[in-house]
């Protein structure tokens, strides 16, 4: 495949130390996995951070880069390290350590979508495998890393904002009966990932927005966040899931009837995020004051 794996949104001028991440928002599916997958093309698409690139789309207008998969999770999973291989679904790899995603068949190439759905009937060639993360896993990286590295130069900080979308059932299944559900959830690795000062910030701003925010469950972050997340390097990372209830119809990944409302919020709420990387906007107060 030649087709890159990445496409990257870029302001005119770069005025914040913020970088904005979707990995999982891909919607390109190869001719090899749709040749290969046992799943029809609704249920292949159920693990798509369906239009959350979209969301996040006003990022370079107010000075910030968006960086965002072309190729689907299905394909590749970009918030995953490149050695979680499954030997369920890839041939000649041998089981090691325990990891819980890739025992649950969410590794670097997933073996199922969504409600534990196979994405294939038998496994892979490794030199498949291989191939796709090379094409795609590592310029993924390589740019996401050069726009951090960047952002430590020009500002002396980088904050990585690493944007997904959560099913609204994962949400019901978790939530307490009686109380409200989180409509967004903010991952630092239970404090590893960024300070409690920047998280804080973030979470000021989606309650202003109305948004019901909880933090680090029932999704902490995974491999992104806690891959780049290096506050005593001045170097944050938040991920970001969003009820896909919101503005998006499940059923048929389409942007819901509230999509072009909910996208207007978020046009706010991004230029708010980005505005916490710039010079002075630590005595900036917390925008629920």
Avoid at 3 to 11: D, E, F, H, K
Avoid at 202 to 209: G, L, N, P
Wanted: charged share 25%; with cysteine.
């Amino acid at each position: 495949m030649t087709q890159i794996a990445y496409r990257l949104l870029s302001p005119a001028t770069r005025n914040t130390s913020v970088v904005f991440s979707s990995p999982h928002s891909g919607r390109v599916y190869p001719e090899p996995l749709m040749d290969k997958t046992i799943l029809d093309e609704l249920s292949i698409r159920s693990s798509e951070d369906a239009f959350v690139d979209d969301l996040f789309g006003h990022a370079p207008d107010v000075g910030a880069p968006l960086l965002a998969a072309v190729w689907p999770r299905a394909w590749l999973d970009l918030n995953r390290a490149a050695d979680e291989l499954d030997p369920a679904v890839i041939e000649g790899v041998r089981s090691l350590a325990h990891n819980p995603r890739v025992s649950s068949g969410l590794g670097v190439i997933p073996r199922v979508v969504s409600n534990g759905r196979a994405i294939y009937n038998g496994k892979l060639t490794l030199t498949e495998a291989r191939a796709r993360i090379t094409e795609g896993w590592y310029p993924y990286h390589r740019a996401l890393q050069s726009l951090l590295d960047e952002s430590r130069r020009l500002f002396g900080e980088a904050i990585l904002i690493d944007c997904h979308s959560m099913p609204h059932e994962a949400i019901e299944a978790v939530s307490p009966s009686g109380r409200r559900r989180p409509e967004v959830v903010l991952g630092d690795r239970f404090g590893a990932a960024a300070t409690q000062e920047l998280v804080e910030r973030v979470e000021a701003i989606f309650t202003a927005a109305g948004l019901h925010v909880a933090r680090n469950a029932p999704f902490a972050g995974a491999y992104i966040t806690q891959n780049y997340g290096r506050p005593s390097r001045r170097q944050h990372a938040i991920q970001i899931e969003i009820d896909r209830g919101l503005y998006l119809d499940e059923r048929n990944v389409t942007p819901g009837p509230n999509f072009e409302t909910f996208r207007d919020l978020m046009r706010d709420v991004t230029k708010q995020i980005a505005a916490l990387g710039r010079p002075g906007a630590e005595a900036m107060p917390l925008a629920a004051e």
